[in-house]
């Protein structure tokens, strides 16, 4: 994991000129006015919020404000972020006293608010933004339709407030290979501020996806997850290489969850080649405990491994190898119904392995294994670097962002293909857990896109559906 925090690193490549030492942040959700927020953060009914919608637009502190294009996720669900952006000559006479507070208001047609809002302690902004700009971000998943989307902005300290109202139309796509994955979750999901490893599963976000696999009359198939958590070897950063792996597959490993997740579930197991031991796994990956699948996450170290566990490097493959044979196969013969395993990884390249032979698993129409390959850009900012959410608050340099937004895995501009490389994929395909498993019968896929994935998962579910 990473220290400093993933925001202390987003800031301080915007900076530029260091100027913002510390501040005060918080977030806050409230659907229908009706969920309680914590005692830390504020209430909107301890701001005229009511009033100023109310009355017309007010403008008394220079601003600009954003509804940036919805984009698809990793998470496999549209996000909305709304800007607002103040200048640093605005700024630089407000710093020292006070606070300035974003207000967001989001209303569907049936009068539904869903409300929430970030602030700045004035006091903590320091000499040299004038030159810089301040950006408030609050991102939210959204389902296609039309919105209010009201927003203000308050200084506490002069009580000068701004407030407008926009209108945000949400298209619905008619070629969506998955168009009832939504139908069970909220039309908005306020996303509150959060680090990794907590920005890869969003825990906050309790909803699953709705993916049955066909008719309720048929034996449900049986799914397995088998996650890799260990990085490849031959990466320039073991720690990037980790990081880059596990955005894009723990995500996955979420929306793959929410498979027959009514019927029956999946089972995952994630694995630590590097010290050889399944790291974390449940029977039922729809009710994941997040706490102990982060905890294994956070001890993994790619840099610290004990010199036991080094030793045995060596014999990674065969490791992999026989943890995917072992739910592959059955003592009593051929699986007597559909029996489908997701390998979810990364490129993966091992080194100065031991050339032992792969198991030989016998023949089962009932046995499916898939690898999802998950291309190190799956997810990436259209501007490059990994997939993170962006900072709530951030001053910098004036850089006027009117298009997509980095923003929780939002769509690499790669195209995805499959099997072996694809247009616009990683060098060195095939990897080394392909050669694995492509003898045990798998299908290879690689991922480049959210966009790509969903299509494929529409796909799968299609086959599991006939099976």
Not at 14 to 23: E, G, T
Not at 222 to 239: F, G, I, K
Not at 279 to 289: I, K
Not at 406 to 411: H, L, S
Request: hydrophobic letters at 40%; glycine letters at 6%; proline letters at 10%.
């Amino acid at each position: 994991m990473r220290t400093p925090t993933s925001r202390t690193k987003a800031f301080a490549s915007l900076l530029a000129l260091a100027c913002l030492a510390a501040f005060s942040l918080i977030c806050f959700a409230q659907e229908n006015d009706q969920q309680p927020p914590s005692p830390r953060v504020p209430i909107f009914s301890d701001y005229p919020f009511e009033q100023w919608a109310a009355a017309p637009e007010h403008s008394a502190i220079k601003w600009e404000t954003h509804l940036l294009p919805p984009q698809l996720s990793v998470h496999q669900r549209l996000i909305e972020n709304v800007q607002a952006v103040i200048p640093g000559a605005e700024l630089e006479k407000r710093r020292g006293r006070g606070e300035l507070v974003m207000l967001v208001r989001f209303e569907d047609p049936d009068s539904r608010h869903w409300n929430t809002g970030v602030r700045l302690n004035l006091k903590n902004v320091q000499q040299g933004v004038k030159s810089q700009e301040l950006t408030f971000t609050i991102a939210a998943f959204i389902r296609p339709g039309d919105y209010k989307v009201f927003i203000a902005l308050l200084d506490t300290q002069t009580q000068e407030h701004n407030f407008i109202r926009k209108t945000l139309h949400v298209t619905s796509n008619k070629t969506d290979p998955l168009p009832d994955a939504w139908n069970t979750l909220p039309s908005v999901e306020i996303l509150p501020a959060v680090e990794d490893p907590d920005t890869w599963f969003l825990p906050t976000v309790k909803g699953l996806l709705h993916l049955p696999l066909g008719k309720t009359a048929k034996p449900p198939p049986r799914v397995d997850l088998v996650v890799n958590m260990t990085p490849s070897e031959r990466s320039a950063s073991t720690v990037v290489s980790a990081r880059r792996n596990m955005a894009a597959v723990v995500p996955a490993l979420k929306v793959l969850s929410a498979m027959n997740a009514e019927r029956q579930p999946p089972g995952v197991a994630v694995l630590d080649l590097a010290r050889q031991r399944i790291a974390f796994q449940a029977t039922n990956s729809a009710r994941l405990d997040w706490n102990a699948l982060r905890g294994a996450l956070m001890e993994n170290h790619p840099g610290l491994i004990d010199a036991r566990s080094l030793a045995a490097q060596a014999t990674m493959r065969d490791y992999f190898a026989r943890e995917v044979t072992k739910r592959a196969v059955t003592p009593t013969g051929a699986f007597t119904t559909p029996h489908w395993i997701f390998v979810l990884s990364g490129p993966l390249a091992f080194s100065k392995q031991e050339d032992t032979p792969l198991p030989e698993l016998p023949p089962d129409p009932n046995r499916h294994i898939v690898y999802l390959r998950f291309s190190s850009g799956f997810g990436a900012a259209p501007r490059g670097g990994l997939p993170e959410p962006p900072p709530d608050i951030a001053i910098g340099p004036v850089h006027r962002v009117h298009g997509p937004m980095p923003g929780f895995g939002t769509v690499s501009p790669r195209a995805g293909g499959r099997g072996r490389g694809g247009p616009g994929l990683d060098a060195g395909y095939p990897d080394d857990l392909e050669r694995i498993l492509r003898p045990m019968g798998a299908r290879i896929f690689s991922v480049a896109t959210p966009d790509a994935f969903r299509k494929l998962l529409a796909e799968l579910i299609d086959e599991m559906s006939a099976n």
